[in-house]
């Protein structure tokens, strides 16, 4: 069976911006890295049910999200683009219900949504500035670095700079209203969420602190209380660490993060009342700087995005177990760090 993967990257040295590559299931091999469209720092997309893509986008000095109509010949056309000046987001969600997109901007610590036309244009509905900061060096100023769905398709939202988790109500426009916000240990740097299949339980990535949180959240309030937290790096490590991608399988029994620095996937068992999790197994990438990771539909291999290596990695993981065994490493993708399937 042949899976397509759709990789974005930084266009600062070789890559041209957003490739495809296919994973053969039978051979167990990625190969086949072919340029898609050609977008500046395309650095994170999405692609929604009509397969259209909506990415981070930055022409000189102006940042912003723009969307590639996918073709009959399985081309994509540019639609449109949203910028202004200034970075870029660093992260962009669909929301499929309401045909919104949401945007999380790093340099401006911001939350953005955009609404999706008939055409599959998009036109900006909203945005709303963090404010605070935290006690860690890259703390001086509020930092969004995720934005996408909760299960009951309320807003949550990471902040690294504030150590702050917000969660917002969304109007049928796009419209955002805070309604409720966790506050992480100082210097946790939260950058990604992820929620477990039961909808109750969340495990929050610190970049900082290189530490999982394990969260329970109430949907009648858009609440979120601390259950645990726990490391991702071995004991002896004490070189320089920054937590990166976070993923869930589908039976929510296995989570799994990426550590830049150690290089390396920490694997997690999962409680059977999702709310404590436990180190299972560190494997390296088998390159530099593992930004983002996926796994496959099937649940049975993972993708590493090595960012500095300019490499991907693919591991075999064992679906009743979890762990993970290397494949296949050193196949050629410049600059990526975004994954997602097809």
Known sequence: MIQKLILGSYTRKESKGIY?????????ELNHLVTMIEEGNPTYLAKSKKETIYTVSQDGTLGGVAAYKKEADNTYS????????????????????????????YHKGLVVSYRINEDDSITLADRIEHIGNGPHENQTVPHAHFADLTPDERLVACDLGNDTVYTYDVSSEGKLTEVANFKAKPGTGPRHIVFHPNEKTAYLFGELSSEVVVLSYQKETG??????????LPEDFDDFNGGAAIRISKDGK???????????????????DS??????QHISVEGDFPRDFDITPDQKFIIVANQN???????????????LALIQKDVYAPEIVCVTFA
């Open 20 to 28: 495809s590559i296919e994973l053969d299931t039978e051979k167990k």
């Open 78 to 105: 540019f639609v449109n683009r949203i910028t202004e000046e200034g970075a870029p987001p660093c992260y962009v969600a669909i929301d499929e219900t309401r045909q919104l997109v949401y945007g999380a901007n």
């Open 223 to 232: 609440e979120f209380s601390q259950q645990q937290i726990i490391s991702t």
């Open 254 to 272: 296995f989570l799994y993060v990426s550590n830049r620095g150690h290089n390396s996937l920490a694997v997690y068992h999962i409680s059977e």
């Open 275 to 280: 709310l404590s999790i436990d180190l299972i």
């Open 309 to 323: 290596s300019n490499n991907l990695t693919l591991f075999e993981r064992d679906t009743t177990n979890g762990k």
